[in-house]
């Protein structure tokens, strides 16, 4: 059929969202390619379908019969990023996939917030680890009135804080670092999985 | 057979080998490959899935991808590479293993599943 302007405005309004999730979370030359073939697509579609009794409801038809283009993206987006981070479980591509997550899903965008907190405390016992020759006296268990009440570094020590912990706490630290980072690192991986297990059907 | 209530990673898989064998005998584009889908198998749900997958396959090296056609007719047509075509062997003798050994457990078992 051919299209009135209303429609094809509706149509190039689906492409125009599509293109820019598609960019977000591809390569611009991979998004380039993915959108003109989408936009194929919805032509040959479109070209072949019944224009009566209602021309609109026939677009919304083929349109909804591709998925939305946030879904549409996503499933480009499981296909590149994800399977880029699951196929070679670097972690600098698992952290791409999964802040690409985190910008453009709420449950993306939490479980991102709780990876990137489970990194961060792996690294910092890792640089705690780090800086305990170099400041033997400022690194361990922060004592206060005997009682712990941190762990880490202390560079400017108040006077009632008292520092407990030898040279123990170099592969104390890196030990628990690295497994928080492992433990972190796997879960970001099964988080991924899932993701592209469930977005396989978008 | 849908794959929309199989779970994701069994989806995943038929859904590739389904689109695999859709470009064995000659090159097809997206359309024309969901419609084979549609009329063959019913596997076709989920036209969004299609070309991401498509679009991975043919960045692996599985499957070659070339436009053809200018303006709105253009249309990118995918064929198997060779790799393809012996990968595409190697999932079909592992699918049909699964297959003999699944129906016979199934036949074993029929009378025996709980109603």
Redesign the interface.
């Known amino acids: 059929m051919n299209l009135s302007d209303a429609a094809e405005s509706r149509v190039k309004g689906y492409l125009f969202v599509l293109g820019r999730s598609l960019r977000s979370s591809l390569p611009r030359e991979i998004a380039l390619d993915a959108l003109h073939e989408i936009e194929s697509h919805l032509r040959e579609r479109l070209s072949g379908a019944e224009a009566l009794p209602n021309e609109s409801a026939a677009v919304e038809r083929v349109l909804a019969e591709l998925g939305t283009p946030l879904r549409v993206a996503q499933a480009y987006s499981a296909e590149h990023a994800i399977e880029e981070a699951l196929g070679t479980g670097a972690l600098g591509a698992t952290l791409r996939a999964v802040w690409l997550q985190a910008w453009t899903t709420v449950r993306g965008f939490f479980v991102g917030l709780a990876l990137l907190v489970g990194y961060l405390t792996g690294a910092s016992l890792v640089a705690v680890a780090a800086l305990k020759p170099i400041f033997p006296e400022n690194v361990g268990v922060m004592l206060r009135n005997g009682v712990p009440v941190a762990f880490g570094v202390l560079l400017s020590r108040p006077a009632d804080v008292r520092v407990w912990g030898g040279y123990w706490v170099i592969p104390a630290a890196l030990a628990a670092g690295a497994a928080v980072i492992v433990a972190t690192h796997r879960s970001a991986r099964r988080f991924l999985s899932r993701l592209r297990d469930r977005t396989a059907r978008a | 057979m849908a794959?929309?209530n199989l779970?994701?990673?069994l989806?995943?898989g038929v859904?590739e080998i389904a689109v695999l064998l859709c470009v064995a005998e000659a090159p097809r584009?997206?359309?024309a490959i969901l419609r084979s889908l549609d009329e063959l198998s019913d596997l076709g749900?989920?036209?969004?899935?299609i070309?991401?997958?498509l679009?991975?396959l043919a960045?692996e090296g599985t499957l070659a991808a070339d436009?053809l056609g200018s303006g709105?007719l253009?249309?990118?047509y995918y064929r198997l590479t060779d790799a393809g075509r012996r990968r595409l062997d190697r999932m079909l003798g592992r699918w049909e293993d699964v297959a003999v050994g699944m129906s016979r457990l199934i036949a074993a078992h029929r009378g025996n599943l709980p109603r």
């Open positions: 794959t929309e779970p994701g990673p989806r995943r859904l584009h997206g359309p749900d989920g036209e969004g899935a070309y991401p997958l679009s991975r960045r436009w709105d253009a249309r990118k």
